[in-house]
């Protein structure tokens, strides 16, 4: 049997491609529809028991392919429910997934990227550089391994109800990706979610915002954390190629495009940087003739960083000024701090710890072959 280098791995596909893949082997596209089920639905990976396939095709599917999700290295649970993973190929370059359950959904926020190029004054993964692209079978692999960890059934109390892209990476950067990952989302063969409950975070890479508009309908929520050029560039360094107005001209065709969703904003509210009632003002005058809404978000510490998070009762009077302009605003609540999973503060530390014991096995080993240790 030919190693996995030369087996596509049928979860990079979405239902277009997997069609485009069994015409390629020679069999009926409506195959593709059996198999996403399997995978999806009954999330079974082994050909062998997919019952409704030929016998025939049973025994050669696993010669030209494979299912695979990134493997789960390790799984953590906050004192508020919050689960986080760590997955990865056990090779290096791991990611996280967090689940955040509350009454009425769970939302499972996951990895476009490991690590990040866009380098945001505010975020940790930032901080840690960008090592590589996820595959398609990463990113939608990530949502099959939490579905299965969380027992997700249809009805469950711990069910996948709304999926966004706000974990590791610039889901933009990575869009050839992201786009079949989006797909098998919102496909009912796939895991069916409606369009306003996947949300596409991007910190406003504008050609990105117009390719995602023209080609899937979902939801999308802007990283803006500042009113104003000058200081949306030390936050935001991307902010320097597409500045505010050009990023906001790209939101307005997406509220205008032909699937009419409003835009979600998200500002992290960074002590006596953002926060200031000038600039809640501002911001007021920058979104209000948008449909729009606003997420103000407590900023989330992280080892090494200079900023602080806001007061409560800065946060409550950024909030207050902004509704008064007429915006809608909440703040989200932080969960799973306890456990480093909270908004900007996804590194794949466990994955770090691991590179370093592996590269110290390493150098003991290389350091015995030239009899430098006793
Ligand atoms: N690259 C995408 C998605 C990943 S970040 C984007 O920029 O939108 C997901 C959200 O978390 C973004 O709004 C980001 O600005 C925010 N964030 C990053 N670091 C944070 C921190 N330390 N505290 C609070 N929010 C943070």
Known sequence: ?????????????????????????????????????????????????????????????????????????REQTSTDGTVKWLMGSGTGNAIETVFIPEIKRGTLCISSQVGCALNCSFCSTGAQGFSRNLSAS???????????????????????????????????????????????????????????????????????????????????????????????????????????????????????????????????LIDGVNDQPEQAQKLVKLLRKLPSKLNLIPFNPFPGTQYRCSPQWKIREFQEIVMAGGLIATVRKTRGDDIDAACGQLVGKFQDRTRRSERLGQLNSSLQEHNLVP
């Open 138 to 268: 990463e990113i939608i692999g990530q949502v099959w391994q939490a579905a299965e960890s969380l027992g997700h059934e249809r009805n469950g109390t711990r069910r996948i109800t709304n999926v966004v892209f706000m974990g590791m990476g610039e889901p933009l950067l990575n869009f050839d990706a992201v786009l079949p990952a989006l797909s098998l989302l919102r496909d009912d063969l796939g895991f069916g979610l409606a369009a306003k409950r996947v949300t596409v975070s991007t910190a406003g890479l504008v050609p990105g915002i117009d390719r995602l508009r023209d080609s899937i309908d979902v939801a999308l929520a802007v990283s803006l954390h500042a009113p104003v050029d000058d200081l949306r560039e030390t936050l935001v360094p991307l902010n320097r190629k597409y500045p505010i107005q050009e990023l906001m001209a790209a939101c307005s065709r997406y509220a205008a495009g032909k699937h009419k969703r409003s835009v979600t904003f998200e500002y992290t």
């Open 1 to 73: 049997m030919p190693g996995n280098a030369t087996r596509i791995n049928l979860m990079d596909l979405d239902l277009v491609r997997m069609q485009e893949f069994f015409v390629s082997i020679g069999e009926k596209p409506f195959r593709a529809e059996q198999l996403l089920k399997w995978i999806y639905h009954a999330r079974i990976r082994d050909f062998a028991q997919m019952t409704n396939l030929s016998v025939q095709l049973r025994r050669r599917l696993p010669e030209l392919a494979v299912i695979e999700p990134p493997e789960i290295l």
